[in-house]
Each structure stands twice: as structure tokens, then as C-alpha cells.
């Protein structure tokens, strides 16, 4: 089973990261989420209606870029959104036009989209998503194959789209791109949700610099970073003691934000302490990797309900 | 609506569709005009004369009708079967599902565009044999005055008919195998295997081929049996006409049927 219980909230007019390793579940939530697949049991909520097989029309509202970007290779890019504006939800003609403006093809718009970089055709798609004007955007890996104009491009465009309303819900491996641009994430492991909240919130308790003291140092190097109000503690050790010879130079983690590193390493050598090492990665990488290394498999088909709204 | 002229467009910018009919066209002027060239050395050969009336008018539209559904109605298998199976191979069936659109309707429309398409073509592939059968006469010395046979004309839109009739089916048959597989190449190879396994089959099994769908779909038309072996299409064993008519329309409303229930019940990925 791909899912188990998953429950998601997704507020309005926000972007969402969806966030999980390979294999978690996050294109099998899209599939579910846009009536490709259908649960093998329990309930789908979306736009805070239940979702089953004769609601297709729900979908009017929704715009959804799902795996990869699917177009007729023999037909242009402006062709391909017209005979897609055919289908599903009632599309103004002029809407084209402005969608292929808004990705930057109108130029290449007449161009079979054969002829189309793997960017190109990642940008068709998210312009084939927005086609209806839809109140929630479902895009699978948007970023795959943008350079790094077209990424700057695209976070434009969806920041955007949630600053007037719209509520953006992306599917990501690129944690980076995410922390950047999602006001809420979620994270899936095994089919599971194991964290989901506003992204200052969760990294707020998520944060950590580590920094390499000498072993007899360590204690010391704890009681100077107490008053910047952090408990350090030895990587690895539960107890935040050095536990022996293999930590005679060891790694020091300070739960703070990495914004504050410089803090620490000041603190430590105003105590007369010189760190030999100091590193502040990406805190959603660390609480991704953290959060995902150790989730259980799925036992049971699941529910993936979305529901847009205030966030509480 | 929007989705038929969508459809529409889509199939004539194709270059299957323009291969398909061009193709059709292209064998049947070939066959054709190698008669009317050779016509001489035919004649004084066994069933020679029987040659000949392939290109002697006005018997000479019902062959063609009938070479066009042979040959057509194998072309037509391939061709729907191609855009069938393509719609699942290049995902497109998946974007129009994800906006909301009707699986079932989107498939039956699609077809509906086809059907379409093979009607226009049989005219086309039609209106070109005439001319072409014309030409082969010329070449071969026989006589065309029976090209303004009026007898035959009021016989003919029913035959049209008729002949769309077959095709349709047929295409639906190639349509819904490569939806079942989800694939272009599957659906086109099922598609020839059935119209030769048929045409194998029917040497020993000819009251059960029959009622298969390029069988029932040939005999949707009567022709000559002196000449019948010589239009391209399967002629071992025959169905009545109005028989025809009935299995034609089993397989047609049986195929379009089982395509509908297995797109609504899909798990649709890529």
C-alpha cells in the first residue's frame, strides 16, 4: 500500500511543499488528488469536499502538472494548450495567450513542441495547469529540467499566484527550492505524513550548528553556550557527555538557528575555545533526512484528504 | 462539441492520418493501373476476363468500394489503434482526466473523430479509384462507358454507408485493443494479426470467421463472386448483407463498450 492515513491541510492561498524521499507516496497522492487513481479504501477530501469517482468536475478548480508534462509531439506548444483548454473545465480562448505569456513561450508558442527542451515542455505543462485559472495548483516536481532562470522564473510565478489567492501545493525532492518558496510543508515517509506545519515553525525547533572542540573542551564549550540559550550537546551521545576516545575531538551540536553561527563561534573563542570545524546546513535537509530515515512501512490503503483553509 | 473539432484538428495534423489514407491510395493505384497495364497479356490467361472486370465499369465501383474496405478497413484497425494507444503512451489521456474531463467521453470522442476521419477518407480513397480505374481501363483497352451507368448511382450512398459502416467497426475493434494494452505498437499488431489470421482461418474454419470483424465487415457489401477474389478483401466465406449489418454492429457497440469500462476503471500513470 502506497498510503496509510494521510491526512493532509493545506491552507488557501499558500504555497505547500510536499516533501519525501523516492517511493513515500507524493505521486501516488497526486494521482489520487487529480482522479488518475482511485483509493483502494477510505476517503478523499478535496477543495473540503469529499472526492470519489463522480466528482470530476471538482477538478474544473484544479490546475495539475502530475509526473511529467504530457503534450502531442507533432502539434505546437499553442496547439497543445487549445486542444487541452477543449477538455475539462470551460477555458476562455484569450486564456492561452496569456498562460503562454505568463511561462515565457509565447514566442516559441507555434514550434512543435517535439522540438522543445525538456524546460520548454516542464514550462507548457505548468502554463497547461494554470489554463483554467484554477484556486489550487497541483505540480508534481515543477522545477525538473528549468535552468536556473527559468526555477527563479517559476517561483515568481507561484509566489504569485499564492499572494492572490491561490493555494500552490508542489511536490519536491529539492529541498532547497522548497524552503524558499513553500509557507507550509509537509512530509511524507513510507505513505505516512510525519511533519507538517508553517516552515519558520517547524525549523524554529528544527535548527542546529555543529562545531568540533576538543574532547576536554566539550563541557566547557557547553556552559559557554548556555547563555545564548541553547542546550549543546556531543553528536551521537544521548546524554550530551563525550563518550570516550572516539570523541577526543568531537562534534558539538548547538540546537540553534543557522543564522546564529556566527554567535556560537564568537562565544566560544571569547571563552578561549577555537573550534576546528563549524557547519550550519540546510536545516530542512536535516530535519528531512531526520524525519525520514527511520518511518515505518504502510500498513493499510489511506486517505489523503486536502482541505484549503485558514491555517490554524 | 468543443472536444470533436479539438479531436478533429488533432487527427489532421496528424501525419498518420495523411500516411494512412496516401498509403491506401497509393497501393490501390498501383494494383490498378498494373491491371489496366497488362491487361493484354491477362486476357488470353485463365480467368483473365474475370481480371478485367475490375476495371470495367460500372461493375468496377462496387470493387472498388470493396478494395477500399479491405485494405481500408485493415489501414483503418492500424490507424485507430495508433491513436489509441498513443493517448496512453504520450500521457495526454492523463492532462485531460486531471482537468476534469470524462474518461469515457474522451475516448468515445476521440473515436467518434476517427470515424469521421475514415468516412472522409473512404470517399477520398473512393473518388481517386474511380479516377485511377478509369485510367487502368483506358490503358488497357476496355471499354468505360459504363463509368455513367446511372443504374448504379442510386445504389451507392447505401453502400457508402455501409462501407463506413465496416470500417467503424473495425477501427473500434483495433481502438479498443490498444486501449486494453496501452500501447500504439500493440494495438497496430493486433490489428494485422486478426486481418490475416482471419484470412488464414477462414480456409478452415469459414463459418466461423465469418462473423469475425473484418469478415462481417466485407460482407456488408455483396459483391460479384466471380470477381470477389480480386478486390483485396476477404471473400472465403460471407455473411448476408443484412446479417452483416447486425454482427457489424455487436462488434461495434461490444468493442466501444469494453473501451468505455476500462478507461473509467483505469489506473491511468505517465
Given at each position: 500500500?502506497?498510503?496509510?492515513?494521510?491526512?493532509?491541510?493545506?491552507?488557501?492561498?499558500?504555497v505547500y511543499g510536499f516533501l519525501g524521499p523516492n517511493g513515500a507516496g507524493k505521486t501516488t497522492t497526486m494521482r489520487l488528488l487529480t482522479g488518475?487513481?482511485?483509493?483502494?479504501?477510505?476517503?478523499?477530501?478535496?477543495?473540503?469536499?469529499?472526492?470519489?469517482?463522480?466528482?470530476?468536475?471538482?477538478?474544473?478548480?484544479?490546475?495539475?502538472?502530475?509526473e511529467s508534462p504530457a503534450f502531442y509531439p507533432y502539434l505546437s506548444g499553442r496547439a497543445n494548450l487549445r486542444?487541452?483548454?477543449?477538455?475539462?473545465?470551460?477555458?476562455?480562448?484569450?486564456?492561452?495567450?496569456?498562460?503562454?505569456?505568463?511561462?515565457?513561450?509565447?514566442?516559441?508558442?507555434?514550434?512543435?513542441?517535439?522540438?522543445?527542451?525538456?524546460?520548454?515542455?516542464?514550462?507548457?505543462?505548468?502554463?497547461?495547469?494554470?489554463?483554467s485559472d484554477p484556486k489550487l495548483l497541483l505540480l508534481d516536481e515543477p522545477a525538473n529540467g528549468l535552468d536556473p532562470a527559468g526555477i527563479v522564473a517559476m517561483r515568481d510565478t507561484l509566489r504569485h499566484l499564492a499572494s492572490v489567492g491561490k493555494t500552490v501545493f508542489i511536490s519536491s525532492h529539492l529541498l532547497g527550492e522548497v524552503s524558499q518558496l513553500a509557507d507550509v510543508v509537509g512530509i511524507i515517509a513510507a505513505g505516512k505524513l510525519v511533519r507538517e506545519g508553517p516552515i519558520e515553525t517547524l525549523l524554529s525547533g528544527e535548527g542546529q550548528v555543529r562545531v568540533r572542540v576538543a574532547a576536554n573542551e566539550i563541557e566547557r564549550a557547553v556552559a559557554t553556550l548556555a547563555p545564548l540559550g541553547v542546550a549543546a550537546r556531543?553528536?551521537?551521545s544521548d546524554d550530551g557527555r563525550p563518550a570516550g576516545p572516539a570523541n577526543e575531538i568531537g562534534w558539538l551540536v548547538v540546537p540553534i538557528e543557522p543564522s546564529r553561527a556566527a554567535e556560537v563561534n564568537r562565544a566560544l573563542a571569547g571563552a578561549g575555545i577555537y573550534a576546528s570545524g563549524l557547519e550550519s546546513g540546510s536545516d530542512l535537509e536535516s530535519l528531512f533526512l531526520e524525519l525520514t530515515s527511520a518511518a515505518p512501512e504502510p500498513s493499510a490503503a489511506g486517505t489523503a484528504p486536502i482541505v484549503p483553509g485558514n491555517w490554524q | 462539441m468543443r472536444l470533436l473539432v479539438s479531436t478533429l484538428g488533432k487527427l489532421r495534423s496528424r501525419l498518420a492520418t495523411w500516411l494512412t489514407i496516401g498509403l491506401l491510395i497509393l497501393l490501390m493505384a498501383l494494383i490498378y493501373l498494373a491491371v489496366g497495364a497488362t491487361a493484354k497479356d491477362t486476357a488470353t490467361r485463365?480467368?483473365?476476363?474475370?481480371v478485367l472486370l475490375l476495371i470495367t465499369f460500372p461493375?468496377?465501383?462496387?470493387?472498388?468500394?470493396g478494395f477500399v474496405l479491405g485494405l481500408g478497413g485493415l489501414f483503418v484497425m492500424a490507424y485507430a489503434a495508433a491513436i489509441a494507444g498513443s493517448e496512453w503512451t504520450w500521457g495526454t489521456l492523463k492532462t485531460a482526466v486531471a482537468r476534469g474531463e470524462s474518461r469515457s467521453r474522451y475516448m468515445m470522442t476521440t473515436y467518434l473523430g476517427i470515424a469521421l476521419v475514415a468516412g472522409v477518407g473512404m470517399l477520398v480513397a473512393f473518388a481517386v479509384g474511380v479516377l485511377v480505374t478509369f485510367l487502368a481501363a483506358k490503358l488497357a483497352g476496355v471499354s468505360t462507358d459504363g463509368i455513367t451507368d446511372t443504374s448504379i448511382f442510386g445504389n451507392l450512398p447505401e453502400q457508402f454507408l455501409r462501407g463506413w459502416y465496416g470500417l467503424v467497426e473495425v477501427g473500434a475493434v483495433g481502438f479498443t485493443v490498444a486501449t486494453l494494452a496501452r500501447s500504439q505498437l500493440a494495438?497496430?499488431?493486433a490489428g494485422i494479426g486478426i486481418y490475416f489470421a482471419g484470412s488464414f482461418a477462414g480456409l478452415f474454419l469459414p463459418?466461423?470467421?465469418?462473423?469475425?470483424?473484418?469478415?462481417?465487415?466485407?460482407?456488408?457489401?455483396?459483391v460479384d463472386s466471380s470477381t470477389a477474389g480480386a478486390s483485396g478483401g476477404q471473400t472465403l466465406a460471407r455473411l448476408d448483407p443484412n446479417m452483416a449489418l447486425l454482427v457489424v454492429g455487436l462488434w461495434l457497440v461490444g468493442s466501444l463498450a469494453v473501451t468505455a469500462l476500462f478507461t473509467e476503471r483505469a489506473e491511468i500513470s505517465g
Open positions: 500500500m502506497a498510503l496509510d492515513g494521510l491526512d493532509l491541510s493545506v491552507p488557501s492561498g499558500v488518475l487513481i482511485h483509493p483502494d479504501g477510505g476517503s478523499i477530501e478535496l477543495l473540503g469536499r469529499p472526492f470519489g469517482r463522480r466528482d470530476r468536475r471538482r477538478l474544473f478548480d484544479v490546475g495539475a502538472l502530475v486542444t487541452l483548454a477543449a477538455s475539462g473545465a470551460p477555458t476562455p480562448k484569450h486564456r492561452v495567450e496569456e498562460v503562454l505569456e505568463l511561462v515565457g513561450l509565447k514566442e516559441r508558442g507555434n514550434d512543435k513542441v517535439s522540438t522543445y527542451s525538456l524546460g520548454m515542455k516542464q514550462r507548457l505543462g505548468i502554463a497547461g495547469a494554470l489554463l556531543v553528536d551521537g | 485463365p480467368n483473365g476476363q474475370a461493375g468496377a465501383y462496387a470493387l472498388i468500394l494495438g497496430v499488431g463459418d466461423v470467421v465469418k462473423y469475425l470483424p473484418f469478415a462481417a465487415a466485407n460482407s456488408l457489401i455483396a
